[in-house]
């Protein structure tokens, strides 16, 4: 299993949001920009990657971003956020980091899953 993983909840549509395309960075610790992108892929049609990126990963900073755009287009909606991007600190590499994001075309949330 990767040692990141997250799913997208369509909270309009009352659905998984499947087919939102999803990228996961490593980024620098001072500026928070991009340094390496690791995985890139689509949400499947349970709303999750479960396949993202390295089994195993360093402490430090990491970024997944999602391209609500796409999904809303598709989905017939408008999209207010045409991306989400979540920065988060992995400070312990021995665990399994779930951060899912809950979507409608105005508003988000995410939070650290299990």
């Known amino acids: 299993m990767s040692a990141i993983t997250t799913h997208v909840l369509d909270t309009a549509l009352g659905r998984p949001a499947s087919g939102v395309p999803v990228r996961l960075e490593a980024v620098e610790a001072g500026t928070l920009e991009p340094v390496t992108e690791l995985a ?3 949400t499947n049609q349970d709303g999750r990657v479960s396949d993202f990126g390295p089994e195993s990963l360093e402490a430090g900073h990491y970024r997944i ?8 287009a598709a989905t017939k909606q408008e999209s207010f956020f045409p991306q989400v991007a979540i920065t988060f600190t992995l400070t312990d590499p021995g665990q399994h980091y779930h951060v ?7 508003t988000y949330s995410t939070y650290r899953g299990s």
Request: aromatic letters at 16%; a negative charge; proline letters at 11%.
């Open 65 to 72: 971003t999602f391209d609500t755009a796409t999904y809303h």
């Open 100 to 106: 899912p994001l809950l979507l409608s075309p105005f």
């Open 40 to 42: 890139s892929t689509t």
